[in-house]
């Protein structure tokens, strides 16, 4: 079987539109899809594309620098259950993603944009969370982390008025750190605040 090529692994819709994926169709088979928004040096989409082989995985990262580490540490394994995008997740989620199509969203420390007249850009605003219950199966789940207690306790009331189940919790000692950030913040004992939900 032929290596996958960076082209297949990494999607660029500035240069192919932004096109609906047609998930059998990406991956080539029907496994459940998971995304993550915001996916950093890729810790947690390589830890699921690993243990969990029969999932398919999408990180989309806005940072330019951090996708491509991401795309190298993938192209050196050859993991064919992960795709990535670079580009503004909200845009991606309106235009990309279709309805009913992913089985888990994840959102791990978000960039909080603390200033007053920056938390528009926040991804934890409503019509983000619109969509993210657009693209989730029924009984789909999604998982907001975030270190920055004020981000958390303006964005968590936004959730649980989107999702009719949720649940507010603090990942314990038996939780393993997702990405290299909640590693690093509880070697620093910072606290660490989580949401679930689901459709």
């Known amino acids: 079987?032929?290596?996958l090529t960076e082209s297949e692994l990494a999607l660029n819709p500035r240069e192919t539109g932004f096109t609906p994926l047609e998930m059998t169709a990406l991956f080539g088979n029907g496994n459940p899809?998971?995304?993550e928004i915001g996916s950093g040096k890729g810790r947690f989409l390589l830890e699921t594309a690993m243990e969990r082989p029969d999932v398919n995985v999408i990180g989309i990262e806005k940072s330019l620098h951090y996708h491509r580490v991401i795309r190298d540490r993938f192209l050196k394994r050859d993991l064919r259950n992960v795709r990535l995008i670079n580009h503004d997740a909200f845009v991606v989620l309106q235009k990309m993603i279709p309805d009913a199509s992913l089985a888990e969203v994840?959102?791990?420390f978000p960039d909080p944009w603390p200033r007053k007249r920056e938390r528009k850009r926040r991804i934890i605003r409503p019509?983000?969370?619109?969509?993210?219950k657009r693209v989730l199966v029924p009984g789909g789940m999604g998982i907001y982390v975030t270190d920055h207690e004020e981000y958390f306790e303006s964005a968590a009331p936004l959730v649980e008025a989107a999702f009719a189940r949720t649940e507010r919790r603090i990942p314990g000692p038996d939780d393993p750190p997702r990405t290299n950030y909640e590693a690093k913040y509880r070697v620093e004992g910072r606290a660490i605040f989580e949401i679930r939900f689901w459709r």
Do not use: A, D
């Open 33 to 35: 899809v998971i995304l």
């Open 127 to 132: 019509e983000v969370l619109t969509e993210l």
């Open 1 to 3: 079987m032929n290596r």
């Open 106 to 108: 994840h959102i791990y």
